[in-house]
């Protein structure tokens, strides 16, 4: 990975920090981060990784290019109000960790995600910028990708059902405040206090409602009820089923 520039260092040294110190994994030559966890769960979640890797890279090679050339880089860290977002400054993918742990999920659910998130990497290297009147259709775009993807699983009588009622969120399910309003919603499920959550919806809404803006491309997000889901089921949820 080269030298990042200074604006991206200031922005991102959390990550960037992680990225160097803590444990990791090489994957086939993608690089797993895993902060924080024991030995035995970083094992867990590095072959659930790897699993979803070779079967990307069995059923559909072009995808898997796709994501060796986007996502070289695959943190599973912390708890998000998503299950995954791209950072297109560090081609870094970051995956919740809740998610990634749940049993209910599968090896093809982290697969499918990859590949989400892979597309939207090569969307971004096209030129298309994830503006706020543009999400749905960029949105569409990587669900159909992930659909082209599980369709050939032996799974995917379970896998693509999910993924096409995704294809019906309309344009004001990805618009600036439905973002805020879900990332409050979770972060007052987990106990964040209500001042730290209404200081940081106003540096979202300066921000443009998603974080740094073109920076950082959200997928499958989770609503309040449905991060609950996760932890309480051990399973990938969201509006109707994973969003």
């Not at 050939?152 to 600036?176: D, F, I, K, M, S």
């Amino acid at each position: 990975m080269p030298p990042p520039k200074i604006k991206v260092v200031f922005r991102y040294w959390p990550d960037l920090l992680i990225l160097r110190f803590c444990r990791q994994f090489s994957v086939d030559g993608i690089r797993l981060v895993v902060p924080g966890q024991a030995r035995c769960r970083a094992g867990l979640l590095k072959n659930k990784v790897a699993t979803a890797l070779h079967l990307i890279k069995t059923h559909t090679p072009k995808y898997y290019a796709r994501v060796q050339q986007f996502i070289p880089n695959i943190l599973i860290c912390g708890a998000h109000p998503s299950q995954a977002v791209y950072i297109s400054d560090l081609k870094l993918c970051e995956i919740s960790f809740e998610f990634a742990l749940a049993e209910g999920t599968t090896a093809g659910q982290m697969a499918m995600t990859l590949v989400h998130e892979a597309t939207h990497g090569y969307l971004q290297s096209r030129g298309v910028v994830y503006e706020e009147d543009r999400r749905a259709q960029i949105e569409r775009i990587c669900v159909r990708a992930e659909i082209a993807f599980a369709s050939r699983l032996p799974q995917a009588g379970e896998l693509v059902p999910a993924a096409r009622q995704r294809l019906e969120y309309g344009p004001e399910y990805w618009t600036n405040a439905s973002f805020i309003k879900r990332q409050a919603e979770f972060a007052a499920k987990v106990g964040i206090p209500r001042f730290l959550i209404r200081l940081l919806q106003r540096i979202q809404s300066r921000r443009g409602g998603n974080g740094h803006k073109q920076k950082i491309t959200p997928s499958a997000v989770l609503t309040s009820d449905a991060a609950m889901s996760v932890r309480n089921q051990g399973g990938p949820q969201g509006p109707p089923s994973r969003s």
